[in-house]
């Protein structure tokens, strides 16, 4: 990334100082608008997408607001022909996760146990460390060098991920969709870091996530819960009856000593399974591996996260019922990428008591009754509604324009597009005070300096490691919470610097993959022509007088776009 010189420094700092001063809007009136004007229009668009072109205000003007927004509410009515197109050339969108295990993932797993193995150490054990980097140094070339090439096809699955996920918010017309596609896999959050998890993410956003985020949120709900990628992330996929996993370990007893014929061919059968001698030292491992009782990781994260919320209304006896009901819903095979299984001899039988309410349905319906119990409960109403409040209109969410959000959820049975409509129809929405009252997460912004400038887009690599520059690792968010959609997470002087630099390396070329033609948009105009271009297209004609003063010590064409991109107007939305 390009520095920022002493120079262009002191030009900006009245922009970054800017950026921390600004407040946010803190009440907004119950009127709505009646009249269509283009700061409305801009602020639509910011908020439903990832940020307006000249073309998409043209758009709004001639469709009228309710158009658009039932428009973008249904996104199966708009061709995304030209994003399919731009996604053609990626090898792994597509693919099921025990492909990917297979493709991309096993080779390095088989590879780095025959190097361990070469060198004296247990080819049972996954290796860590200085040996997962590939950097034994007695390590023979030939196989370093193996290995070097299989962690660079490993690479592909997660760039392609952050590719298509970048090149999706910057072209689609479906920008709604992306935005909710965002929001929704950043509430069921899930870590791309934690072992496997990362071969199942390309699944769990394609068919877990997208398919239902303008859909029943009992759907969206059952989708991730039944989700390999959720199931290893928050451990549920180990969880088991206490009793089950006595005797799971009575099974391993009598394969280890060959007791009986039901020791033996306990034994024949695992042998089977490992495709090699069931050794004590591979019973051992398999032992230590075993689960060892309830886990409630997930009973936990279900109901403070994904639906009641922290004051929701449950206690840790409910979070241990819960994570009873889930017993048994693990995964088939986690590292050759294994889909979602229920194994019944884990489950813990017998009624849960869950919120006041008997649940008795057995096996795998447990869970299933806990899942609908959640999604219907008063106080997922209010917990969703307030979330997506909080994306769509402040960080302090108005608390009537909740209540109307969480009565549609109630009313509608969870329907997501209707609860969306509620907020995006509201005054509240729609008012002047809630107008860049959000500051754009490093995701945001970069996606919206993209479209901003008709970024060409030709490789979005690089884009990808620009926002995790910014703070901003996508898929890589380590705590259930995901990342945080409020400013005071994202303002503070070295993030806005490091924003500042990102304009600089996207306005002068220096984005690799990425074309700018500023000349073509301003029709190389001269330096005051080019402000003028800045503030009317890049602010929307809502630049400060500060801004405006920090514009004019500007003299070339690039430098005037990137202070504008820095500028505190940019920065919200």
């Known amino acids: 990334m390009l520095t920022v010189s002493s120079a262009f420094r002191a030009a900006a700092a009245p922009v970054i100082a800017g950026v921390l001063l600004l407040a946010p809007a803190s009440?907004?009136?119950e009127a709505r608008p009646t009249a269509l004007d283009d700061a409305t229009i801009v602020h639509v668009l910011e908020r439903v997408g990832f940020g307006a072109r000249v073309e998409d205000?043209?758009?709004v003007r001639e469709l009228g607001l309710d158009r658009y927004l039932d428009e973008q509410l249904h996104p199966e009515r708009l061709s995304d022909?030209?994003?399919?197109?731009?996604?053609?050339?990626?090898q792994t969108l597509s693919l099921d996760s025990s492909t990917i295990a297979e493709r991309y993932y096993a080779p390095l797993l088989r590879e780095r146990r025959a190097?361990?193995?070469s060198a004296g150490g247990d080819a049972g054990t996954p290796a860590s460390g200085s040996d997962a980097a590939g950097a034994r140094a007695d390590m023979d070339p030939a196989q370093r060098a193996r290995l070097r090439e299989l962690r660079e096809t490993g690479r592909l699955v997660m760039d392609?991920?952050?590719?298509?996920?970048?090149?999706?918010?910057v072209y689609s017309p479906r920008q709604l969709e992306e935005v909710l596609v965002d929001f929704w896999f950043n509430h069921f959050n899930v870590f791309a870091g934690k072992g496997p998890v990362r071969g199942y993410l390309t699944e769990y956003e394609r068919e877990a996530i997208r398919p239902h985020v303008l859909g029943r949120f009992r759907d969206l709900l059952g989708a991730v819960a039944k989700s390999p990628a959720m199931l290893f992330y928050l451990d549920n996929w180990q969880s088991v009856d206490p009793q089950a996993a006595e005797e799971m370990t009575r099974r391993l007893d009598r394969m280890d000593d060959g007791s009986g014929a039901r020791g033996r061919i306990a034994r024949r059968r695992l042998e089977q399974r490992l495709g090699a001698p069931a050794t004590p030292d591979a019973v051992a491992q398999i032992k230590q591996r075993m689960p060892r009782g309830l886990n409630e990781n997930y009973a936990r994260e279900l109901m403070e996260l994904h639906t009641l919320g922290v004051g929701g209304g449950y206690t840790q006896a409910d979070v241990m019922e819960v994570a009873r009901a889930f017993t048994g819903w693990t995964i088939h095979g986690p590292r050759q990428g294994g889909g979602y299984a229920f194994e019944a001899r884990r489950h813990a039988k017998g009624p849960k008591t869950v919120l006041g309410t008997t649940i008795d349905a057995g096996g795998e319906g447990d869970g299933e009754a806990v899942l609908d119990l959640l999604a219907a409960h008063p106080s997922t109403a209010t917990f969703i509604a307030t979330k997506?409040?909080?994306?769509?209109?402040?960080?302090?969410?108005?608390?009537a324009l909740v209540r109307r959000a969480a009565a549609t959820f109630t009313s509608s049975h969870g329907d997501l597009r209707a609860v969306v409509r509620t907020i995006l129809t509201s005054p509240e929405f729609l008012s002047a005070e809630a107008r860049r009252a959000k500051v754009k997460t490093p995701f945001e912004f970069a996606v919206g300096a993209l479209r901003a400038t008709r970024a060409d887009v030709a490789d979005a690599s690089a884009v990808v490691q620009q926002v995790r520059a910014l703070g901003m690792p996508l898929y890589f968010a380590q705590p259930p919470t995901g990342y945080a959609d409020t400013a005071d997470a994202w303002v503070n002087t070295g993030a806005l610097v490091n924003r500042m630099n990102f304009a600089i390396d996207l306005t002068a070329n220096r984005v690799s993959g990425v074309h700018v033609d500023l000349a073509a948009l301003t029709g190389g105009s001269n330096a005051d022509g080019a402000r003028a271009w800045a503030i009317a297209h890049l602010l929307r004609g809502q630049a400060s007088d500060t801004t405006a003063a920090t514009l004019?010590?500007?003299?070339?064409?690039?430098?005037?776009?990137?202070?504008?991109?820095?500028s505190p107007e940019f920065q919200r939305r």
């Open 115 to 117: 190097a361990k193995k």
């Open 81 to 90: 022909a030209d994003v399919r197109g731009r996604l053609a050339r990626f």
């Open 388 to 399: 997506l409040t909080r994306r769509f209109v402040a960080d302090e969410p108005p608390p």
């Open 57 to 59: 205000v043209a758009r």
């Open 552 to 566: 004019a010590r500007a003299t070339d064409l690039p430098s005037i776009a990137a202070l504008a991109l820095g």
């Open 160 to 169: 392609e991920l952050g590719e298509q996920k970048i090149l999706r918010a």
């Open 27 to 29: 009440t907004v009136p």
